[in-house]
């Protein structure tokens, strides 16, 4: 049941020094593919990153957050402007960018990481949607062009820990019904 993935999903941030299967990567990809988008734009680009170099200067790239070169797959979400129109091609996109197009293939890549997460967990690997990064240090890396946003940096591998379950907020405290 899915519902017992997303129980059970973490933030894993210690990987075994094991190497993830092809068909588990797949599988993962897969799911991702198929996260909805508005306006069936499919906005998103995923880099799959294993070699270890990379993967130490996309941890270096991502605020020096090191642990992620201990993982051995990191997989970086791209969001695409010319998803949306050509007219975005060479268009500066960062966190500066307030152009509302941005805010949309920015919210369809992220379903798409949570598609991501979901699936990994579903294959008993663990993952950690990894934001702190600049779109000036981490494109240059893998050679991302400007008129993209990378959405996330997701390190994956089989969990050497098994990180305990945060507080969540009762359905109560979050849920309206008809108004606020």
């Not at 075994?16 to 991702?32: H, Y």
């Not at 402007?81 to 941005?102: I, K, P, Q, T, W």
């Not at 798409?112 to 993952?127: C, P, R, S, W």
Request: hydrophobic letters at 45%; proline letters at 6%.
């Amino acid at each position: 049941m899915m519902i017992n993935s997303i129980q059970h999903r973490r933030s894993v941030r210690n990987f075994l020094d094991q190497p993830v299967e092809e068909a588990k990567l797949n599988e993962i990809l897969e799911a991702a593919r198929m996260a909805p988008s508005g306006n069936n734009k499919q906005p998103w680009f995923f880099i799959v990153v294993r070699d270890e170099k990379m993967r130490n200067e996309v941890a270096a790239a991502t605020n020096n957050q090191m642990w992620i070169a201990r993982a051995p797959v990191v997989i970086v979400a791209v969001a695409d402007m010319l998803a949306r129109s050509e007219d975005y091609a060479g268009m500066v996109v960062d966190e500066e960018n307030s152009n509302f197009d941005v805010k949309r293939i920015i919210r369809d890549t992220s379903i798409a990481v949570t598609h991501i997460l979901l699936e990994v967990d579903h294959q008993g690997l663990g993952a950690c949607w990894c934001g702190g990064l600049t779109q000036k240090n981490i494109k240059p890396v893998l050679g991302i062009p400007q008129d993209k946003f990378v959405v996330a940096v997701i390190p994956i591998g089989y969990p050497a820990e098994e990180p305990k379950a945060k507080p969540r907020k009762a359905l109560e405290e979050i849920v309206r019904y008809e108004h606020w």
